[in-house]
């Protein structure tokens, strides 16, 4: 999931545009030059700085629900299923620079682009998908993390789960999600032991270059399954909306609360976006990548098929971390989802008010905010509900992917379309390299799930 926002600007106070300035900017190109001219810049960085916040932003998509579907496949078919993450990586970056290039341009975010340019009934219906996906793996990721906190604490289950819900709804409402992150992103790097784990197994060389190299597909309902999981896990809906959203907020903290302020972009802006957004991807692909190895080389070389329980997905890091394998696992666990969780309730509750052009933002305070505060309590109370119907919390975590990998297509279809719309971007619209990769991402999402709906009938 990519957090926060891909760009640091400077603030520099200019003229604010009025409405006809902001039209000229998006389709002149002499225009834009005058107003990249006064634009804030990209903040520079040293590599080291750069480096170590896209390895952060790029961990924390490898959320809960991630490393259960990621640990069961390795589990299920081992090597087999390793090429699907370097084919993962380009699907990944196309779904969050598109967002990132939408709420540059527009300075809105997703949902309030369908709703001023696509029928109500495209717009609620979209909106279904994404609030239902949201809080299915938000419930998810809740149950995943009790299950983690549950091998290094003996406390039952329900309450592990009330005290993760409480807690996240009280860092959204009392704190700022900057804080979530600044206190939690650090953990996520537990993930790092299963690169270390996998090599520490000794997988088989000639079995993972086959599985890295050669696609396999077996035309099963199982096999499609996780295949579509993998893809709803990394590109879940969220990351769809998130980043629009947090370029809005990152411009609304510097003081451009009026949208023609936020409106418009410049190349540099959107280069270093690329840049940030590619690397962070990048990262996260190989945490997939070696989760699937590592479970592929312990539990799978043992005939451990199915994972169960999160001290299964733990034991693939036992050839690194020993007796500490469930310490390390649940810490992961436990830093990833304390960010995923925020950013998926919040996520949804963004969407919602948008839909209905509602006061919104994580910049207000709730009592300016009421609807999307309120909108954040409701859908958190209701993905902690699913976890008191006794469903098994790994599977509810491929489940979720699942479900995220259903609603996928719909809006990257969607997104596809905006992005190439002038009225939308302007003369931003993407390049022919851009739509490419696009259109390829929309036809294997789809093709994936059509496959699934196709065994499913059978």
């Not at 998006?26 to 006064?38: G, I, N, T, W």
């Not at 500490?324 to 969780?341: S, T």
Request: hydrophobic share 50%; aromatic share 8%; glycine share 8%.
């Amino acid at each position: 999931m990519a957090i926060g926002p891909s760009i640091q600007r400077k603030e520099v106070r200019t003229p604010p545009p009025g409405p006809v300035e902001v039209e000229r900017r998006k389709h002149d190109p002499a225009s834009e030059e005058r107003y990249q001219a006064h634009a804030p810049q990209p903040v520079a960085k040293g590599v080291f700085r750069s480096i170590g916040l896209g390895m952060i932003t790029g961990a924390a998509d490898d959320d809960p629900s991630a490393i259960g579907t990621y640990a069961t496949a390795g589990a299920k078919f081992g090597p087999a299923l390793l090429w699907i993450a370097p084919v993962a990586l380009p699907m990944m970056f196309a779904v969050v620079y598109l967002s990132s290039k939408l709420g540059q341009v527009t300075g809105q975010g997703l949902f309030a682009i369908i709703r001023q340019h696509y029928p109500r009934w495209l717009l609620l219906m979209m909106l279904g998908a994404v609030l239902v996906g949201n809080t299915i793996e938000a419930g998810a990721d809740i149950g995943g993390m009790a299950a983690a906190l549950r091998l290094l604490v003996p406390i039952p289950a329900a309450v592990i789960v009330i005290v993760i819900t409480l807690s996240v709804l009280a860092l959204q409402i009392w704190g700022s999600y900057t804080m979530i992150r600044n206190i939690f992103r650090w953990l996520a790097l537990a993930l790092l032991a299963y690169l270390g784990s996998a090599l520490l197994a000794h997988p088989g060389l000639i079995s993972t270059l086959k599985g890295t190299l050669v696609p396999t597909i077996r035309l099963n309902r199982q096999f499609v399954e996780i295949v579509v999981a993998v893809i709803g896990s990394s590109l879940s809906a969220y990351l769809y909306t998130w980043q629009s959203n947090q370029e809005v907020e990152e411009d609304i903290s510097m003081g451009r609360r009026r949208l023609v302020d936020r409106m418009g972009t410049t190349k540099a802006e959107l280069s270093h976006s690329a840049h940030d957004i590619g690397f962070g991807m990048f990262f996260s692909s190989l945490v997939m990548y070696f989760i699937i190895l590592s479970t592929g080389a312990t539990l799978f070389r043992a005939g451990k098929f199915d994972i169960n329980t999160a001290a299964d997905a733990a034991q693939a890091l036992q050839p690194l971390a020993g007796k500490f394998a469930e310490l390390l696992f649940a810490l992961g666990v436990i830093g990833v989802g304390f960010i995923a969780i925020p950013v998926m309730t919040a996520g949804a509750a963004y969407d919602f008010c948008q839909t209905f052009s509602l006061r919104h933002g994580l910049h207000t305070p709730a009592r300016q905010s009421r609807a999307f505060y309120a909108a954040i309590v409701i859908i958190t109370a209701i993905a902690m509900g699913m976890n008191f119907l006794g469903l098994n919390p790994i599977k509810a975590l491929v489940w979720a992917g699942i479900v995220q990998g259903l609603s996928t297509p719909f809006l990257m279809l969607l997104l596809m379309r905006m992005t190439n719309n002038r009225r939308i971007m302007g003369r931003w619209v993407n390049t022919r390299a851009l739509n490419i990769l696009g259109w390829l991402t929309t036809a294997a999402i789809s093709a994936a799930a059509i496959a699934l709906v196709v065994f499913w009938l059978k």
